[in-house]
């Protein structure tokens, strides 16, 4: 008597009434699959006792079941900012409830870009999350050129083609300022991101906004470039004060840039937020342990992460997929610091 034969995706796809791409789809954590088809497939999964071959599936698909999350920042960047943890935190969250492994890559220098250009040109991993993005972001333009899957977190620009998910960057800039407004302070002054990405140009962009829209001129001279970092915001607040001693608010585009405000206006005799008020961007958890407390804009940073992950997965389990560019709401958070 001849050995049964182990069920193939055919064999589930019988069984649950379905076609062998839902099957496909529901095995690499698709979105794109009906709630009651994903729940036949399951159950037909469970019943013939299917267990995916996902090396051989990997020879007939050319898949590696890996996909990389590529950050172009330096280690003491990585472990400073709450940003990336959050990020890593969802896009994780989301590839261990499937068979694809995680592959962090940070580039620091042309070197290690070169080989990540190899790596992927030798087709390593299905697909790119790519954080920390640019305008002139030459890693974006590569894999966008080879149509390798890729989801960025965050645009080069308003013309992105790629698929992105990002915050309401503009929005919520826009409520932080006019909060400051709202209470009385008359020169607000702003600490942006880095000006060569999107996210600096979109929060500035807000303070200006609020601005207008509270029939204000916003004042240039109180805008100081920063780079997201601790010291950048240390640095920005010091030249502020020199420059408009007579200001009473500031609103920084990140909470560690917010944070080395604090430390600047403490160091000049500042009383916060009764001589100047201070608001951050994010909400990570920095904000509820400065003293005081700190007033920022909450982005949902882990679900950035979560979505990133299953549009990748949804773009490298179709043969043509549509790009998806998401943008996130954003909430003011008040507490002691405004």
Do not use: C
């Not at 095995?27 to 009906?34: I, K, R």
């Not at 800039?173 to 991101?193: C, D, K, P, S, Y």
């Not at 997201?228 to 640095?235: D, K, L, M």
Request: glycine share 8%; aromatic share 2%; no cysteine.
């Amino acid at each position: 008597m001849s050995e049964r034969r182990p069920p193939t995706i055919k064999t589930v796809a019988a069984r649950a009434g379905v076609g062998r791409t839902t099957v496909s789809r529901v095995l690499n954590g698709s979105e794109l699959v009906s709630s009651e088809a994903r729940t036949r497939v399951l159950e037909a999964i469970k019943e013939l006792n299917y267990v995916p071959n996902s090396v051989a599936r990997g020879l007939v698909t050319n898949r590696t079941e890996a996909v990389a999350l590529v950050i172009p920042e330096s280690e003491s960047r990585l472990g400073s900012e709450p940003f990336f943890a959050a990020l890593i935190r969802g896009v994780s969250g989301v590839l261990t409830e499937t068979r694809t492994q995680l592959q962090l890559v940070l580039v620091r220098d042309e070197s290690e870009r070169d080989q990540l250009t190899s790596s992927i040109a030798a087709r390593r991993v299905d697909g790119v999350l790519l954080v920390s993005v640019r305008a002139q972001e030459r890693l974006a333009a590569m894999l966008e050129e080879m149509g390798l899957p890729t989801v960025l977190a965050g645009r080069r620009g308003e013309d992105e083609r790629l698929s992105y998910v990002t915050s309401d960057n503009l929005g919520g800039a826009t409520e932080a300022v006019a909060h400051l407004l709202r209470r009385g302070r008359g020169r607000v002054a702003t600490i942006t991101g880095s000006l060569d990405m999107d996210v600096g140009h979109t929060r500035l962009a807000g303070w200006r906004r609020a601005h207008e829209q509270a029939g204000l001129r916003a004042d240039e001279s109180l805008v100081e470039a920063g780079d997201f970092s601790e010291q950048g915001g240390r640095r920005a607040m010091r030249s502020l004060l020199e420059r408009a001693p007579g200001l009473d608010a500031v609103f920084a585009a990140s909470d560690l840039m917010a944070v080395g405000a604090l430390a600047e206006l403490r160091r000049r005799g500042r009383r916060v937020p009764d001589d100047v008020a201070v608001v951050g961007f994010e909400d990570s958890v920095l904000a509820r342990h400065t003293n005081p407390p700190l007033s920022t804009v909450r982005q949902p940073v882990e679900e950035v992460g979560r979505t990133m992950a299953r549009i990748l997965l949804s773009e490298i389990a179709e043969a043509d997929p549509e790009r998806q560019q998401l943008t996130l709401p954003t909430e003011l958070v008040v507490r002691d610091s405004s």
